[in-house]
């Protein structure tokens, strides 16, 4: 590989050249030269996006957007209302964050977001990542908007040695060799770009790459070995129970989990605790309970097998009744799924 390192400035003017011929068209960004993107969009698509691709995030935006179009709208509609909107998006805290958030710009701020990345610091729930992004695109400051696309792209360019998650301070610092007062927030969708649509992690396009010259990755003839990874620490397993309890009209029971822990404030099933050991513990209420099977899922850090319990019955605060469809559609996934799994055509009706 050549002793050299990336042309800062080639990058930059090549890179923005390709952006303004080839930026994605996404629902919250404003086109190539056109005013800036309202700062509420920004920010509401930003948090969505946090370990969510594009294609899922966009039909919430759009739902979002529609029965929320203002940021004082979201911030003064119900808990429940909004946890059942981000139902399917998963990282539940991300839904109180949104609201904490959306309720400190409408209370502090008169409903206007703060315009620097140090004040949208201080907004509840908002980390470095979300700040910088909403100043540099909504506001073009220079910010450095660092996110796992661009990571790999800086890894790439300058074929960093270090695996990731040690290397990410570096990798920080080189994005932010980039950094300038000119258009700063096209560079930053610009890099994004580049990562979601060329430099894949599996299949980078570098053929067609507008910075391909200067990559040292590339150079080296294994791109796809940068950014190296440590290995991760096997995920853990847990297991736990579901019951689905229906009433004679067909509905089914349903609780509101606490606010604190995985899922916390969300709609849920009853359910044992998740444990690495075999459910154990009595159902919940007397009934005739039957194995309906299991489903899996899996979390960010452990996956799950729960056991599908059904029956027939009565119940009392803290579970309510709700129609089958109703909750299917406002339950987190690893719910849905048991739900569905519960669904034998005897059960409903």
Known sequence: MPDVSPDIDLIRSDLLAWYDAHARSLPWRAAVGAARTEPYRVWLSEVMLQQTTVPHATPYFHAFTTRWPKVSDLAAAEDAEVMGAWAGLGYYARARNLLACARAVAGEHGGVFPNTE?????LP????????AVASIAFDRAANVVDGNVERVMARLFAVETPVPAARPELKRLA????????????AQALMDLGATVCRPKSPSCGVCP?????????SGEPTRFPLKTKK???????GAAYVLVDDQGRVAVETRPDKGLLGGMLGLPTSDWTTDAPSGAAPIEAEWREAGAVEHVF?????TLTVMTARGE???PWRWM???AARAALPTVFAKALDRASAPDLFT
Do not use: M
């Open 315 to 317: 119940t009392a605060s």
């Open 211 to 219: 910075v391909a010259s200067e990559c040292l990755g590339l150079a």
């Open 323 to 325: 129609p089958v469809e």
């Open 233 to 239: 620490a096997d995920r853990p397993h847990r297991r």
């Open 176 to 187: 932010g060799l980039f950094i300038t007062d000119e258009r700063p927030g096209d560079w």
């Open 118 to 122: 140090a004040t949208l610091l201080a």
């Open 300 to 304: 960010t850090h452990f996956s799950l």
């Open 125 to 132: 729930g908002v980390g470095a990542y979300t700040a910088a």
